[in-house]
């Protein structure tokens, strides 16, 4: 008797164990507001391909906790006195998905494949970095980067023509990091291996990486920003991505089911202005209008729902308290100087019709501009992102298009990336040479104590010039089930893109 009652015993704690781990999730479901675009690591153009690639792809470094720079492919490093020469110390207890052992000569291969490929923006990706590299003018002739060198398998040496003060920023993310290709296959040493299978990638775990993961296997697909809570309530994903143009209100608001976590301040949202010649806004006093014109207009009452819980209107592009920053009055007057233009870029549009593209949540910038009498072109209006990023970086159809970029936000120098005349999200539309030859003087400081008066220069020329209207920041917001999933442990940083965080609960 004794026997049968711990047989049927053990027996009903396997049926429970059994049961429970049957209702656990195995699959995690993560929705995109848009697509990602290419997932080669040196054409990474757009945020969503960023975040995503972030899951099989390592960088030599990585961005952590209050934007301090942290270890990733790269065990450690060291900076000579100058501020030229970088080494680095690979971690070789990597390996990619095919199980090769990580080396430093892999990075070499890897940066010096992804320059000579055609870029899918306007510059090469990893060019705000490269082109300050020993060697890079000859690259094209040459095949190689000189100042790019291989000491031994586990050392990494770059040396770069000046001192560059934002290097190891500038070294992180997925564009930079390194790869093989195995046919028509570029793999990484991160803890996913993915597939595009038509709209949708599966992340299935890297048998080679020692990263503890939540989920072996991931879908990843395209949810339209208004479907986004929908899309979260009713289980058809259970992680929202990206999610600062996303109905976010219901997370913020103590919903039983849906949990956030935030990154930093570092989504600018704009209005790129086409300055090129022969368009609308070459004429400066057409760009100083329409900046002091939506400045008269944009409040906090007139915005979505979803803007208004994550949204600092902000003309300047530096964040309070960040180097460069200029008095906020400083900055009113130099926006009230386009008042005296508005009646002419009226009458100019009326004369021609200004091609204004946005994205579905920005349809409201139409109004601002309408109430002033602003006349469009019958094509303006809403388009996807992946034909919006098209005519930013490749044909400049539009006068004005909505975009959204990312930098990175503590050394004023993460503004490069868009308005330097190298900088890798560049484009000819909104590059005004003044702004561009400030923040080319603004990478040879190194004194940091000589930077804010500098960068406030910057600051001062971009409200003058207007490469872009500048709305304000957003944070890079990421939506849960949490009654799903859970995050395990802490998260290791605020603009966190693995997936690897999340557990079943």
């Known amino acids: 008797m004794q026997k049968k009652i711990i047989f049927i015993t053990v027996l009903l704690t396997a049926i429970f164990i059994y049961g429970t781990n049957m209702n656990k999730k195995t699959v995690l479901h993560v929705g995109f507001p848009s697509n990602w675009g290419t997932l080669i690591p040196s054409l990474q153009h757009t945020g969503y391909a960023d975040a995503i690639m972030a899951n099989q792809f390592e960088a030599l470094v990585t961005t952590g906790q209050g934007g301090t720079t942290k270890p990733l492919a790269a065990k450690s490093w060291k900076v000579s006195d100058d501020s030229r020469i970088f080494t680095f110390i690979i971690d070789t207890d990597k390996y990619f998905s095919s199980g090769k052992q990580l080396s430093a000569k892999d990075f070499k291969r890897s940066w010096e494949h992804g320059l000579s490929l055609s870029p899918k923006s306007a510059n090469s990706s990893l060019l705000d970095v490269m082109y300050k590299v020993v060697g890079f003018k000859e690259f094209k002739k040459k095949g190689t980067l000189d100042g790019v060198r291989v ?201 021609t019709p200004i091609f204004f593209v946005t994205s579905e949540e920005t349809n409201w910038l139409f109004d601002i501009l309408k109430s002033e009498g602003v006349l469009f072109d019958e094509k303006s209006g809403h388009i996807n992102t992946p034909d919006r990023i098209k005519m930013y970086y490749k044909t400049y159809d539009a006068d004005i298009i909505v975009m959204p970029f990312s930098v990175a936000s503590g050394d004023p120098d993460g503004i490069y990336h868009t308005l330097g005349k190298s900088g890798s999200i560049s484009s000819p539309i909104q590059f005004r040479k003044s702004v561009s030859d400030l923040l080319e003087e603004g990478r040879k400081i190194i004194n940091l104590s000589e930077a804010d008066l500098h960068y406030k220069k910057v600051s001062i020329e971009t409200l003058k010039e207007v490469p872009f209207v500048h709305i304000g920041f957003t944070k890079s917001i990421v939506a849960y089930r949490k009654d799903v999933i859970k995050i395990k442990g802490k998260l290791k940083k605020r603009d966190e893109s693995r997936f690897s965080i999340f557990e079943a609960n």
Do not use: W
Request: proline share 3%.
């Open 151 to 351: 000491i031994n398998e586990n050392t990494l040496e770059v040396e770069f023509q000046e001192p560059f003060r934002m290097a190891l920023n500038h070294l992180a993310g997925s564009r930079m990091s390194a790869f093989v290709i195995e046919g028509d296959k570029y793999i990484g040493t991160g803890p996913y291996v993915i597939k595009e299978e038509k709209s949708r990638l599966i992340l299935s775990k890297n048998l080679h990486s020692n990263e503890d993961i939540g989920f072996s296997n991931i879908e990843v697909k395209v949810v339209q920003p208004s479907e986004a809570t929908a899309a979260l309530e009713n289980g058809i994903v259970d992680v929202y991505a990206l999610a600062e143009f996303a109905h976010i209100g219901e997370c913020l608001e103590e919903n039983k089911n849906i949990a956030c976590f935030s990154g930093s301040e570092a989504r600018h949202q704009t209005l790129m202005l086409n300055g090129m010649n022969g368009r609308f806004f070459e004429n400066k006093n057409h760009r100083l209008a329409i900046q002091a014109m939506v400045y008269k207009h944009l409040q906090k009452d007139i915005l979505p729902t979803y803007h208004k819980y994550n949204l600092n209107i902000d003309p300047q592009i530096y964040l309070p308290l960040q180097m460069g920053r200029i008095d906020d009055s400083e900055a009113e007057n130099l926006i009230n100087i386009g008042n005296d233009y508005i009646k002419e870029l009226v009458k100019a549009s009326q004369k």
